[in-house]
């Protein structure tokens, strides 16, 4: 018998248009990790509800992104996609894990505070959002979560739930790892390079959407903020200069400084060019597969279909685990 793989658990909430800088943090990771461990990569539309919706668009979207999941490389034979909601057992444990965090440790979460600076009527589900994130995670009794800066602080809450339950109860969840992946560099705003990219930015002007054409990339690249002077170098006085240098150095195998070297006595307008057009063809075979497959609406649903099977009898074993050692009949 091998060594059991490890379980890998991630997912993205679907909400405004999967961008390159979530293929970019997220999915060309999930990809590679696919071969090394066991992943479930989650469309987490539970969470995405703490924001008002237009249903019809919201329940399109998860296709979509499931779809694009797919055409990116994620591999339904070796990983399990799986829609959130479709497995009642992360809203169940959620409701347990509730009673065991401490107000104290929601009031610290930074994203709350500034998911809700502007705000009119701050729900309750944006409050406890880090309990649901937590519930994802030791439902499928998860190894390593990627994670990005952004997020460190619900994994220790989720760290923190696992070990005071297995404390108090006996061990019953594996305590997450994060895993860090070799970063390629914060993929920033075209518009407004001090703010990082956003797929739910609403000037779309400021992120480059995995299903735009290659008029559309290149006309966002050509309009992305420069900055003063024309020489084409990567430096942090140069914000927008920078961002543009990091994207090119991700989509192709060059340093930023290959890319300094190759653009010498050039202009900002040739280096755009090419930008626009590398990034374009390197997002075509992505286009194209995810047209064969969101025309495909059965295979879609086989796929679903079989990962919540498989998932919720992971999550299924875990949760009457929980009820039986908290005492419920």
Known sequence: MGEQKKRVLSGIQPSGQLCISNYIGALK???KLQDEYECIYLIVDLHSLTVEQKPADLRQRCYSYVA???ACGIDPERSLVVIQSHVPEHAELTWILNTITYMGELNRMTQFKDKSKNAKNINAGLYTYPILM????LLYQADLVPVGADQKQHLELSRNLAERFNQRYSPTFTVPEPYIPKSSGRIMSLQNPDNKMSKSDENENNFIALLDDEDTIIRKVKRA???SGSEIVFSDDKPGLKNLITLYSCYSDLSPKDIENKYVGKMYS??????GELIAESLKPIRIRYEEIISEKDYLSKILSEGSDKASYLARRTLSKVYRKIGLV
């Open 134 to 137: 937590a519930s994802d995670i």
């Open 225 to 227: 903020v420069t900055d």
């Open 29 to 31: 990771n999930w990809i």
């Open 68 to 70: 694009q999941y797919l």
């Open 270 to 275: 040739d280096f755009k060019q090419d930008l």
